[in-house]
């Protein structure tokens, strides 16, 4: 039995003290085994500690509690540290994607979203990440069988979006800002059903690619998106979002904001007809030369004035605004332009998609400079234009072009996307897999900029306050006991990420 064993101190003679753990057989004392020899206080009961341990292994029947060792005591030489983990920075993001509205997914939906905020990678590799980062782990099989399931949910992701902006953000919809891009495949495959090749913002025109419009709050919150075939004009892409928007939202009526690429009759046409009020960039380049000498007579050339027209031949204005900062851009490039013409026409080569050169009518064709062009460009320097529906009384010409130039938030959540979430290359084959790639990148996107703009931090900033987090793991070979150890959490908590993760 345990009380058999008994831990015996003793005076050597070297003046030490050892510490043995010795039993009675037979009325004589025998040394079951020595601990070792104490010279200090603190030796001593270190000894003491491991001898009660080794009185735990030896005894028949073991104590029902464990050993009586004191808490403040570790022996070293029987921990070993046995896994860190940052078990603390998935459940800061599974708490983010909770505050999200994303909760209602499976599990393996949502660590695959905080896994691109974490470290982007392939399917296989992200499997691989859970399972060494985070000791979470799904079989390869399940992963294929569930992922392209994601897309039936995408409709409920998206209102999840809608209601956490509103709730989080307190957002009031006056505005909502649409654009698109462009995501390309490492693959040369023919087109299909999406994939195909079109003109390229990634300058990847060689490999297909599929379209994507996004549509954002005015602070570049992700509120809805749609994946087009990738030879789609952008031009095309605007009102199948809206219109899905107006479906799953039928109570607001927020004032549609886009660049000038969405700008075409039928869609200008079809906004009106629903109700809404839109305002797009302007193609004043393209528009009659008499209606650039009407703007650019009218318009005082002082920087911040603006004026309104009626566009031609449409029912919706035009504001023209002056500046003296885009003045100096625009006339910079202007002269660029003119020189590079003149170069080419002096090597009689038409250029790709140069300005200011055309070529004369007839089999004998010359190419000469374009001085009318050139005229009609040199007019428009430093002004820049805004199509919109809404009246003056209802919205003034400096409040419309601010809400233009909020812009810059769904081009910034596009850039977010490929650089920090790595949208981009996409590897997958199937139709479903592809949609189901870009909703991951989209509740990945909702995530980061939750914490965003909650906390006024950079992506990479906030991954880099959760992952300086470790857990270690550290067992005692000898109990089998574990603990873990964590590191200082005081960096997290002044980074003002744990308010932004309270439950509001």
Known sequence: MRGDLTIRTVRTSSGATAVQIIRYERGKRLVVKHIGSAHTDAELLHLKQKAEIWRERLCVQPSLFGPDVPSAIVDMEHLQLSTVTHRFAYETLKRCSSLCGLD??????????????????????????????????????TLYRLLPKLVVHKERIETAAYQT??????????????????????????NDDLRARGFSKDDKSKQPQIVIGLLVTARGFPLMHEVYKGNTFEGHTMLGV??????????TKPIIVADAAMLSAENMQTLEREGYFYIVGARLANTPQSFVSQITQALPHKDGCSIRRIYPNRTYQVICTYSEKRYKKDKREFEKQIERAKSLIARKEPGKRAKFVKKTK????????????????????????YCTNIPEETLSNDR??????????VEQTFRMSKTDLKARPIFHRTKEAI?????????????????????????RCIRDILWNVHEAQIENVVTGQRITLQTNLDEYRLS?????????
């Open 400 to 409: 419309i072009v601010s809400y233009y130039q909020e812009l810059w938030h």
């Open 242 to 251: 809206i219109q899905e928007f107006q479906k799953q939202h039928s109570g």
């Open 362 to 385: 007839g089999a004998q064709g010359i190419f000469i400079f374009d001085e009318a062009l050139k005229g009609k460009a040199e007019q428009l320097l430093g002004i820049k234009g």
């Open 435 to 459: 949609q189901a790639h870009t909703l991951l990148c989209f509740m990945a996107l909702m995530m980061e900029k939750f914490l965003e703009l909650k906390t006024g931090l950079s992506l």
């Open 165 to 190: 902006a509103c709730s989080a953000f307190e957002d009031p919809f006056a505005i909502v800002l649409y654009d698109v891009t462009t995501l390309y495949f490492e693959t040369h495959v023919p």
């Open 496 to 504: 003002g990420l744990e308010e932004a993760l309270k439950p509001h």
């Open 104 to 141: 209602f997914l499976p599990d393996l939906y949502q660590d695959f979203a905080l896994m691109r905020i974490i470290e982007p990678s392939s399917k296989m590799r992200t499997l691989e990440l859970l399972r060494r980062y985070f000791d979470v782990s799904y079989a390869l099989r």
